[in-house]
């Protein structure tokens, strides 16, 4: 059984200015939640009988424990089709510590918009073990219920920061990285193990005032290369094949 | 000024039957219009004066043309927030003949779902210069007006073709190649200028039926190698990543 009150402070979370004002966000289905408990205590818990039968270990650490029917997790759930369990999360207060950077590579979002894009990045951050995602102010927020379910476990793992990215920037003594159309040919560059990989918006690219601060430009080469094709592959895309020649090199 | 009749089948295509009935599908908007008009002419051209006066050349090819206000290609739009111009094309019909495929680099997929992961993956076969890109049945709908807005151009430029996969896959004389948790790292493979990459289901991967008609199976390697992370990356991420890779070899 779960309150009214209950319920409608869970929805308000799908927005981001009460997401802000509670400092939570809700992830939903038995996978995510069950990468997320691990990590961090969940502040409620909104659950099946079944599910709570087979995870009472797991519901433990909750600072509060609903167990619901089918049809009041349906009317609690931001999911068209919730399954099972939701999670109500703390979400960290997390400070960018430059020196944290040093020795290691990171991604920066430049206005990454979608929130699906932003999820398959994280994923991406994780698995090629990049620990932080420094965020521009303009890119989506990743605790956005669909970004979080596209994250899946990474949100645990992956570090994202929201700040002034070109400040940032600025303030770093390494070498800064980014797509272009008119970049060199990434297979033909030194790719170092520190580094941060700036990855812009959708439509746009990296925007003016960062571009800017970029020291190293780098295309991924089109086949055959030069030829009529598709303006630029989908970020997220970009980012899995940027990531992956850089730990490439590092592995090899 | 375009009739009620005219909307109802424009706004029918949303429908994959009656796509199938009337082998039509709906493209919006200048960019991707513009770049789909090159390559064939619409049944239907659906616009706004301003975009007829700056395009009249291109609607020339139309069977139709309708210039309309704001107000009337909101009504016929299938989108939320129609721009300017709206085309109807011919779905053309394809047979795979399986020697085109020879010498060549092609995408096979396996029960993709998503048609923004269906687009993405198009955008990617077009930016490697692959040609033709073979679902099985279970795959989603190419002319999904979701997954015709997130290919833009590559529609045009890449054949795509559904078929009973197992079928071809049992009948092509060339490597197949898929992507397994338990492959082998594709970067100590050695990967030749023709062959089938396979891509499977977003949830569940590559079938069983599908899998034993894989004759080589690769692994993109994670970060530190075999650390504990993220499951498994995008499907569109893991075609990207896969197919930079067979690029590279075939370059450098």
């Known amino acids: 059984m779960i309150s ?3 319920i409608k402070w869970i929805k308000s979370l799908e927005m981001r200015k009460y997401r802000l004002q509670y400092k939570a966000f809700v992830a939903e289905g038995p996978k995510l939640v069950g990468e997320l408990l691990p990590y961090s205590a969940p502040l409620c818990l909104v659950a099946t009988q079944d599910w709570l039968k087979r995870n009472g ?8 424990v609903y167990e619901v029917s089918q049809e009041e ?3 609690t759930s931001l999911l068209r089709t919730p399954q099972s369990v939701l999670a109500v999360m703390h979400i960290p207060e997390r400070r960018l510590d430059l020196t944290a950077l040093q020795g290691k590579l990171s991604i920066a979002l430049d206005g990454v918009q979608d929130p699906g894009n932003l999820g398959t990045i994280l994923r991406i951050a994780d698995w090629f073990g990049i620990r932080h ?7 989506a927020d990743v605790y956005n219920p669909k970004c979080v379910q ?3 476990g990474a949100l645990a793992r992956v570090e994202v920061y929201y700040c002034p990215l070109p400040e ?5 003594r390494m070498p800064v990285f980014g797509t272009f159309l008119d970049g060199k040919d990434i297979y033909a560059e030194e790719l170092p193990a520190e ?6 918006n ?11 601060l970029v020291s190293r430009r780098l295309y991924v080469p089109n086949f055959p290369k030069g030829s009529l094709t598709t303006e630029s592959l989908n970020v997220a895309v970009a980012t899995g094949i940027v990531c992956a020649e850089f730990r490439r090199r590092q592995q090899s």
Do not use: D, F, Y
């Open 133 to 139: 995602v420094i965020c521009s102010e303009g890119t």
């Open 4 to 6: 009214k009150a209950r």
């Open 73 to 75: 997790l349906e009317r």
């Open 150 to 152: 596209s994250c899946m």
């Open 202 to 212: 959708e439509g746009n690219g990296i925007s003016t005032e960062v571009a800017r």
């Open 195 to 200: 580094g941060i990989i700036v990855m812009g």
């Open 168 to 172: 940032v920037l600025r303030e770093v």
């Open 57 to 64: 270990r797991q519901a433990e650490s909750a600072g509060e």
